[in-house]
């Protein structure tokens, strides 16, 4: 009977998580640290011993992503009020020409929506999808579809986006190495909706808005007005606080796969390493932006401007630390040893088993960072008990579950329909829920991939 103490407390802490979330008042971050309590006593620890997991659990995660969420969250920010964002987006376009908006805006998804909130980033490049639209006779849906998809993609798990920042701090993973197989990862599964996306202005033309002719020539002709009058920075300069921190931490990586023994105190080593630390690429990240995106803006509007994209920080890393919590409980207690033997003997990959709890989290509760996180506590201290199991690849797993059947509970399904007029529940699935099931697919099959190879 001890043997299954430990496997139902971790039931019914994950029960009573989903419960307090869905059918109470009670925050996410409380219902988290009870899900801890409740784990960790059934796993066998001490009320006093849980205490301190809970608090060191906490501290150790917040320890590692704390800073670089900020960070992210201020360039993020500052590319927001910019206009950098929309510059990349009228670049692209430029470059690719008629009849391939959907490439463009999706590209442009998939850049934008590695520093700014996914919800923020649609809602500023949404009158240039209306705009589009009505200048190239397309389908709004198309085209919304497009830019949505690449922009869920990347924010679900590329860093330095919250969820995958705290992914990557319960599984001890280099952001560096999550920065890059993310980004790669990404590419197929934006592919898959974009395609899905042309697809849709073909098989479904009657999906239209319900503007007029005169309302869409009027907002066209607005849309243009304001983008003549508005100062925007060149695509390079709009590029740079974003290619930036990429290529310094991708080097830090490389820096270390290619150490040799013996030289981990060459100076050449430790200035790479101490540049594409994702501390360091942030901040020089968060300076080029401040400093070329915005040089005539007043000491205290930018000041204001950093301060608001911090406002946006607190809940993530506090769920992030509850997180990391859970996951520490688990860790220390018996119920992550018992449950790594007996996910040993199953006949699945046990990178499978972060994207089956991410997958059924995301579709109780909605909220992808929840999901992945909450994923990534329970079966973080698991997986690192079970020999020959790659981090890396588990904790893509975790994110990639959470890419599943957008639907109600999720706010950006609201964001993506309500903003194309998409009012029907049944096109409301087919516009928005369907695509991120599309990229769900093809991103277990990268994930099964990676796991080959790695």
């Known amino acids: 009977m001890e043997f299954y103490i430990p496997i139902i407390g971790l039931g019914v802490a994950v029960f009573t998580l989903v419960f307090l979330v869905l059918r109470t008042r009670v925050h996410v971050l409380i219902a988290m640290l009870i899900a801890a309590i409740i784990a960790g006593i059934s796993g066998g620890l001490t009320i006093g011993n849980v205490v301190e997991v809970i608090t060191k659990g906490f501290g150790s995660t917040l320890g590692n992503i704390g800073i670089v969420i900020g960070l992210g969250c201020m360039m993020g920010r500052i590319l927001e009020v910019s206009g950098a964002t929309e510059q990349i987006a009228y670049s692209l376009i430029k470059w690719l020409g008629k009849r391939r908006e959907e490439w463009a805006l999706a590209i442009t998804g998939y850049i934008v929506s590695i520093p700014i909130f996914v919800n923020s980033a649609f809602v500023i490049l949404y009158p240039l999808v209306k705009a589009l639209a009505k200048k190239g006779k397309r389908n709004v849906l198309s085209l919304g579809v497009a830019l949505a998809g690449g922009l869920v993609v990347t924010h679900h798990i590329v860093p330095p986006t919250p969820g995958p920042l705290g992914v990557a701090g319960i599984f001890g993973v280099s952001i560096g190495q999550m920065m890059l197989a993310g980004m790669i990862l990404a590419v197929p599964c934006v592919i898959g909706i974009t395609c899905y996306a042309k697809w849709l202005e073909t098989q479904y033309p ?129 119920t992550g040893t018992i449950l790594a033997h007996y996910i040993a003997s199953l006949p699945i990959t046990p990178v499978l088993i972060p994207f089956i709890i991410a997958t059924l989290i995301r579709i109780i509760q909605g909220s992808g960072t929840v999901a992945m996180i909450t994923a990534a506590s329970i079966s973080a201290p698991v997986i690192k008990q079970i020999p020959d199991v790659n981090m890396l690849v588990a904790a893509q797993a975790a994110m990639m579950g959470t890419l599943f059947f957008s639907y109600f509970n999720d706010c950006f399904f609201w964001v993506v329909n309500r903003m194309m007029g998409i009012k029907n529940v049944r096109q409301q699935i087919i516009v928005w829920s369907i695509p991120t099931t599309i990229a769900w697919g093809i991103g277990l099959c990268g994930v099964l991939l990676l796991n080959l190879v790695m």
């Open 206 to 334: 009657e999906y239209q808005l319900d503007d007029t002719e005169e309302n869409l020539q009027q907002m066209h002709q607005n849309y243009m007005e304001e983008k003549e009058q508005k100062s925007l920075p060149s695509l390079f300069l709009s590029l740079l606080p974003i290619v930036t921190p990429i290529v310094l931490i991708f080097i830090g990586v490389i820096n270390g796969m290619i150490l040799k023994t013996g030289e981990e105190n060459a100076f050449y080593f430790q200035i790479f390493n101490f540049l594409g630390s994702p501390i360091i690429a942030l901040a020089i990240s968060v300076l080029l932006a401040v400093y070329t995106l915005m040089p005539n803006v007043s000491k205290h509007e930018v000041i204001e401007h950093l301060e608001t994209g911090l406002k946006t920080v607190g809940i993530i890393l506090l769920v992030s630390g509850a997180g990391g919590a859970l996951g520490a409980v688990l860790n220390e207690g018996s």
